[in-house]
């Protein structure tokens, strides 16, 4: 029954917004095919994560829309799930207070839900510290309980918003690789909004780079190589020369931006 | 060696200094047993001065003085005749203004037409000494307990309201997307989300509708009442029985201080998570 998670298709159609006077997103166009991970880069302010909470159902655009194509798994709970930056936790509930709270308004019995829960904490590693508060854990360990939350609910299409960017160099890196692990069979799709472009182009099967705001298409770009090929050492270096061609795609752009922030 | 060979006119050849210490920052420690000790030091010097016949007992009345009248008090029956009376006008109207004002305060801080006309509202309204509206409550609802219990109702309201909302208003909103995400019901959202994370307010606002309450309780016994610890300090207060006077005042500190840990256990049991 794996294929049926390979049925549901996301799609921004011709999506741009405006904050007040302020254009953020200009007429956005692309789909996310089942199992696809798309990494969405640009320069500071180009609209990524805007563009991912329209996506994502938690932003109204000013026009165009996000939409679905095809139906969801029929054991996903949640289709569309957020990983997010500041791993969202509640902070009064312990691990697995946390990683079951999406299921509690679900018809599942509390013998599924913990079902659900004890394979979302496996797959993550997260087994033992179950009991265990957020303000107890490292970054790492709490985006990990973010990760477990999403699995939990068996999302077609995981939304990240730049998940490791709050965490130090060493958890990025094994995180970077539990995503590789989990994404590997190309049951679950994600968008990836990141401004790493390592972490892109490690993960993604094609990189959207967005221009400065208001944010367009610049190019999409296709990973030339499937994501386990990419650990090995001869693909370092045509990892690194993609990243270059997106860096300088970018580059200058970002160069503004910096200089927007420091005169705003 | 790391060491690198001496530049000229380099210090090397002097005997090396200690860095000194130059603070951690501000970090103000309290010890466990301090508070009581410096209690203890006072009340035993106010004794020793009274007992000397330094202090006349007529404007300040000695410790033992006071703990005698409190004895005194309780053999006789009346201290739990005021008190029990103070407790009951404070219980129904703290319970009553903390109910409505929770209430309202979860309104505001989730409806934005409550918002709009209950924050003009309480701004105009929470201003208002509320013991200066005990005359109007006597005209509307007679000289029994209600004007009294209404009067710590509305003052406990008010705060309670605004704390509330203010701790609505505190709730990270990352978490309400995060639970509206997964399309986590509105109810339920309330209820796990923004409840627990606007607690810490609540409780914080529970300290102050304590203190609210028991300066109402002894405004309004004052103005009008026969029984409680308000109307007894008064009595005390004209008979010049200051002894009595001060030991209804210590029944209050005691009584603010058992609302306090009370409130403080009840922080250690509901908010262990922060």
Redesign the interface.
């Known amino acids: 029954m794996e294929s049926e998670r390979y049925l549901m298709d996301l799609i921004a159609n011709h999506i741009s917004h405006r904050f007040g006077d302020l254009a953020v997103l200009d007429d956005v166009s692309f789909t996310v095919s089942a199992g696809e991970v798309v990494a969405i880069v640009g320069p500071s302010g180009c609209g990524k994560s805007t563009l991912l909470s329209i996506l994502g159902g938690l932003l109204q655009p000013t026009s165009g829309a996000p939409e679905l194509r095809g139906a969801p798994p029929a054991d996903s709970l949640n289709p569309l799930t957020f990983v997010f930056q500041d791993f969202a936790l509640l902070p009064w509930a312990t691990v697995e207070e946390n990683v079951e709270f999406p299921l509690l308004h679900t018809q599942l019995s509390a013998a599924q839900r913990r079902a659900l829960v004890d394979d979302a904490l496996r797959r993550t590693g997260l087994t033992d510290f179950r009991t265990t508060y957020p303000k107890q854990l490292s970054g790492g360990m709490r985006q990990r309980v973010g990760i477990s939350r999403a699995l939990a609910v068996k999302p077609a299409i995981l939304l990240m918003d730049e998940p490791l960017s709050a965490l130090d160099s060493q958890t990025r890196e094994l995180l970077m690789e539990d995503f590789v692990h989990l994404l590997a069979d190309g049951g679950m799709g994600a968008v990836y909004v990141t401004h790493n472009l390592e972490e892109a182009a490690r993960l993604a099967d094609r990189i959207v780079v967005l221009s400065r705001r208001p944010g367009r298409i610049r190019e999409v770009v296709t990973v030339p190589m499937t994501r386990a090929a990419r650990g090995e050492t001869a693909a370092r270096e045509k990892l690194l020369a993609l990243q270059n061609q997106i860096w300088s795609l970018i580059r200058n752009e970002a160069i503004d931006a910096e200089r927007e922030v420091q005169h705003a | 060696m790391l060491d690198r060979a001496p530049a000229e006119g380099s210090a090397k050849n002097e005997p090396a200094r200690r860095v000194r210490f130059r603070g951690a920052g501000f970090v103000p420690a309290s010890s466990r047993f301090g508070g009581w000790i410096a209690l203890a030091l006072v009340i035993a010097i106010w004794q020793a001065a009274g007992s000397a016949g330094l202090v006349n007992p007529l404007f300040l009345p000695a410790p033992a003085a006071i703990a005698r009248a409190i004895y005194e008090l309780a053999v006789s029956g009346a201290l739990w005749h005021h008190l029990s009376a103070s407790l009951l006008r404070i219980g129904v109207g703290w319970l009553l203004g903390t109910a409505a004002g929770v209430a309202v305060g979860f309104a505001i801080g989730l409806s934005r037409l409550a918002r709009s006309v209950g924050i003009t509202f309480i701004s105009a309204l929470f201003p208002i000494p509320k013991i200066a509206l005990l005359p109007l409550l006597i005209l509307w609802l007679g000289i029994g307990e209600e004007p009294k219990i209404a009067t710590i109702a509305l003052g406990v309201f008010f705060s309670t309201a605004i704390s509330v909302y203010s701790g609505v208003d505190a709730v990270p909103r990352?978490?309400i997307?995060?639970?509206?995400?997964?399309?986590?019901?509105f109810a339920?959202i309330v209820r796990?989300?923004i409840w627990?994370?606007a607690l810490p307010a609540i409780l914080a606002g529970f300290r102050i509708t304590a203190s609210v309450a028991l300066l109402l309780v002894v405004s309004a016994e004052m103005i009008g009442a026969q029984y409680g610890i308000g109307a007894f300090v008064l009595q005390a207060g004209n008979l010049m029985q200051t002894d009595q006077l001060l030991a209804g005042v210590v029944i209050l500190s005691v009584f603010g201080l058992a609302v306090g840990k009370v409130i403080g256990w009840l922080e250690t049991r509901l908010?262990h998570?922060?």
């Open positions: 990352n978490l997307r995060m639970a509206q995400s997964f399309n986590v019901p339920t796990k989300v627990p994370g908010l998570w922060r």
